[in-house]
């Protein structure tokens, strides 16, 4: 199947469960019109029907809450509140049963003929999470997803025209997390300002930081791995975004400005003017430690290169 922009991996954890947030993303997509034909037959049924009997809920009761605007970890508690909560040593069990669905087992047949029919041969697909991820153009092997690591977060940052949103996007579909776009954190008047050409102050960007702060932060307390796209030019601003250093990476995008000015020059529907680069490569502090991209290579490249990076 196409990769379904807002669907995640099963392999992604909410509240420490697997499975759980792809569930919740096929309602909301499903309702908003955005789920592709392909996944209608089976909602409700199959892996949600055992996320729902794990958590003692019905599916059609679930509805109700994520319809309603309910954020991940707020549908979770009232599955708690209706189902009862689940310990840590329940989750563990649950989790590596779901995940080794295919392994070995009574739908091993199953899966060897759905690789089949996607077209999916010569792939090292073990489990129906690694079928699902490798047909929607994720690759559960080359992340590790069956490890269940904390959640992180990886921040990429750089000047304007450097690709953030659109290698951020890239990395995100790859490693099957969700991405912030710090661009859709901030309010109209800076919009506004840098529309204008009027490069933002400090105080303009505090509020936007601490918007972006408190979305990372919610994230990762709820056990979901994030990849956030923000320029974050300054070390100031990056001590603001980062409350444990430890479960956030930071990629810098970094180009020849020749090529940022052409990136910039050629892009229309952005409300970042072109003449604000200057100012940006101005106030560029340069992160210590961070993994470093050459904007001249392909999304593509950059995102194995990310991802080299991080198993090593």
Excluded at 28 to 51: E, I, K, M, Q, V
Aim: charged residues 25%.
């Amino acid at each position: 199947m196409p990769y379904v922009s807002g669907l995640r991996s099963s392999y992604a954890l909410i509240g420490g469960l697997v499975h759980f947030g792809r569930m919740l993303d096929k309602i909301r997509l499903h309702a908003s019109g955005r789920l592709p034909a392909d996944y209608h037959a089976n909602l409700g049924g199959g892996f949600d029907a055992r996320a729902c009997l794990f958590l003692g809920i019905t599916y059609a009761a679930l509805r109700t809450p994520t319809l309603a605007g309910g954020s991940d970890e707020e549908i979770l508690a009232w599955c708690h509140t209706q189902g009862g909560p689940r310990t840590d040593a329940e989750k563990e069990i649950w989790n590596r049963f779901m995940m080794k669905i295919g392994w070995r087992d009574d739908r091993t047949p199953v899966l060897h003929r759905r690789i089949a029919e996607f077209g999916l041969g010569g792939l090292p697909i073990e489990t129906i999470f690694d079928l699902n991820d490798f047909d929607e153009g994720r690759d559960p092997v080359t992340r590790r997803a069956w490890e269940l690591k904390p959640a992180r977060a990886i921040l990429i940052m750089g000047v304007a025209g450097s690709g953030k949103t659109t290698v951020g996007r890239a990395l995100a579909r790859t490693l099957g997390w969700r991405l912030v776009d710090a661009d859709d954190f901030h309010p109209a008047a800076n919009v506004a300002k840098m529309r204008s050409g009027a490069p933002l102050t400090d105080e303009d960007r505090g509020p936007w930081l601490a918007a972006l702060r408190a979305e990372i932060d919610r994230g990762l307390a709820t056990d979901e791995s994030l990849v956030v796209a923000c320029s974050a030019l300054k070390d100031r601003y990056r001590t603001l975004l980062i409350g444990d250093p430890s479960r956030i990476t930071i990629v810098h995008l970094t180009g020849e400005p020749s090529l940022l000015r052409a990136r910039l020059a050629a892009r229309s529907g952005h409300f970042m003017n072109p003449g604000l680069l200057d100012s940006q490569l101005a106030d560029l502090e340069v992160p210590a430690g961070a993994l470093t991209g050459d904007i001249a290579l392909s999304p593509r490249d950059l995102v194995s290169s990310i991802c080299t990076a991080l198993s090593s």
